[in-house]
């Protein structure tokens, strides 16, 4: 059985984590994809080694931080797309979450996408596309459950939601990734093309009967 010191152990390590997770944070948002774990380190007021006691190596960082901002996203997500309002506005609402949390955090989306190739190399262990395609995968399925749920597929649809859910987060991830380096129109023009790119056969479906709108 656990005892009452165990269990404040294990409190104390978990705050401990967050506060270096938050100073990984600062540094990446000042750093962006150049952040070191020496400056990282040094932002905790630790030494390095401390750092990897808690994180393992560098990857195990970079997941940490992923699943955090991850995390952070899928839940701005499902709140836009399950809003009071009808399925065009709801879908362009979702766009928008998207594009809006790259938009306001671009280091933090550089340092996840697109490492520095001097910090992430691939013969000290570390490979950014074995990290950050899961990121992207997990945002893939969530969007397939969502959209599972609340439209009405028909024979096949839980595949197809699949189909659709990844087909959309590659969409929204090259579209934003291409947008943020040339900024060639504003991000309410980018939502709305997007918006009519998706509004095909997803307008003409039916909901499914008894359960939510989308």
Same mark, same amino acid.
């Given at each position: ?7 404040e152990q294990?409190?104390s390590?978990?705050e401990?984590r ?9 540094v990446v948002?000042r750093? %962006? ?7 990282i ?6 030494t ?6 808690h994180? %393992? ?6 997941r940490?931080?992923?699943?955090r901002?991850?995390?952070a996203l899928?839940?701005?997500l ?17 766009l928008d ?5 790259i938009?306001?955090r ?7 996408m ?8 691939p013969e000290?262990?570390?490979d950014?596309?074995?990290h ?5 995968r997990r945002?893939?399925?969530e969007?397939?459950?969502?959209i599972?749920?609340r439209v ?9 939601a699949r189909?659709? %859910? ?5 969409m929204?991830?090259a579209?934003g990734?291409?947008?943020l ?5 504003s991000r309410?023009?980018l939502?709305?093309?997007l918006a009519?790119l998706?509004?095909?056969?997803l ?6 009967a008894g359960?939510?709108?989308?």
């Open positions: 059985m656990e005892t009452t010191q165990q269990a294990q409190r390590a978990k401990r967050r506060q270096l997770l938050e100073a990984a944070d600062r948002l750093d %962006g994809p150049g952040a070191s774990m020496n400056a380190a040094a932002e905790a007021g630790i390095k080694p401390i750092l990897y006691r994180f %393992g190596d560098k990857g195990g960082l970079y940490a931080l992923a699943k901002h991850t995390d899928l839940d701005a499902r709140a836009a797309l399950d809003a009071p309002a009808e399925r065009r506005e709801r879908v362009e609402a979702t979450t998207y594009l809006a949390a938009e306001a671009p280091q933090v989306y550089r340092f996840l697109h490492p520095a190739e001097d910090t992430y190399l000290q262990g570390f950014v596309g074995r950050s395609a899961p990121l992207l945002l893939g399925e969007l397939a459950k969502v599972w749920e009405d597929l028909g024979p096949g649809g839980e595949q197809l189909v659709w %859910g990844h087909g959309i987060v590659g929204m991830h579209a990734d291409w947008w380096g040339e900024r060639p129109c309410e023009q939502v709305h093309s009519d998706l509004w095909g056969r307008a003409g479906l039916e909901n499914r359960g939510p709108g989308f």
